[in-house]
Nanobody, 115 residues
Framework: QVQLVQSGGGLAQPGGSLNLTCVASENINDYFTVAWYRQAPGKRLETNARLGQDGAVYYIDSVKGRCTIAVDNGKNTVYLQMTKLKFEDTAVYHC?????????WGQGTQVTVSP
């Protein structure tokens, strides 16, 4: 069973940047998709960014041009780079990996955008 351990996040000012990291406990080179979800206070869980094995990338409209999802297969790591942060980016962020028909979730990382 794959375990995902997240790091990064924290407090940032509007317009700032944060990088989230998600390290898998084993090789995930055969992933079907990797993704970052987020859940803001009082709101439902939403897909922030998703990357398919075929290279297809999806970003929610509100983060297009500001976020980049990437995978380093050699390090079994999924990244989310966030720039030009906005107040509405405040949320708990979860990484996910779908492989071999199963979905694995990270523990969640708080991102707070505040002056």
């Amino acid at each position: 069973q794959v375990q995902l351990v997240q790091s990064g996040g924290g407090l940032a000012q509007p317009g700032g940047s944060l990088n989230l990291t998600c390290v898998a406990s084993e090789n995930i080179n055969d992933y079907f998709t990797v993704a970052w979800y987020r859940q803001a206070p009082g709101k439902r869980l939403e897909t922030n960014a998703r990357l398919g094995q075929d290279g297809a990338v999806y970003y929610i409209d509100s983060v297009k041009g500001r976020c980049t999802i990437a995978v380093d297969n050699g390090k079994n790591t999924v990244y989310l780079q966030m720039t030009k942060l906005k107040f509405e980016d405040t949320a708990v962020y979860h990484c996910t990996v779908v492989r071999q028909g199963r979905a694995y979730w990270g523990q969640g990382t708080q991102v707070t955008v505040s002056p």
